[in-house]
């Protein structure tokens, strides 16, 4: 990992960015397979969470395929409300990934890209 940079947006959002020099796809494994999850982060997915289970817990809430997870994260030992974590994952011409954690409060709302072209729209001026 390199480049780490942490910024918040404001109170309730922390993000932190930076590139890993793996491929998003093996990213995205240490992401949604449950037993790798279970490595990276040490935390169990929340379908398997039992009444012994102490500490934090996540459930995928949303995924696409190499480029976005989101999990929901909850912690039975605070009480604070369940959060959102948002990994978004963007291919690097050297092979790496440019990796982006937002962790918050509110789930975190994206408008999804045209299904065409025109990302960004052009646009021209009257003739």
Not at 66 to 80: G, K, L, P, Q
Request: glycine content about 2%; proline content about 9%; charged content about 25%.
């Amino acid at each position: 990992m390199t480049d780490t940079q942490r910024q918040e947006s404001n109170e309730d959002t922390i993000v932190v960015e930076c590139e890993l020099e793996a491929t998003p796809e093996k990213v995205w494994r240490a992401l949604t397979v449950p037993e790798f999850v279970a490595t990276w982060l040490d935390v169990p997915a929340a379908d398997k969470v039992t009444a012994d289970t102490t500490g934090p817990a996540y459930r995928i809430i949303e995924a696409l395929p190499f480029s976005r997870v989101r999990y929901a994260w909850n912690d039975a030992t605070v009480s604070e409300p369940e959060t959102y974590v948002t990994f978004d994952l963007e291919a690097q011409p050297d092979g790496g990934t440019r990796f982006r954690l937002t962790h918050s409060v509110d789930p975190v709302r994206t408008i999804a890209a045209p299904a065409n072209s025109n990302s960004p729209p052009l646009m021209r001026a009257a003739a």
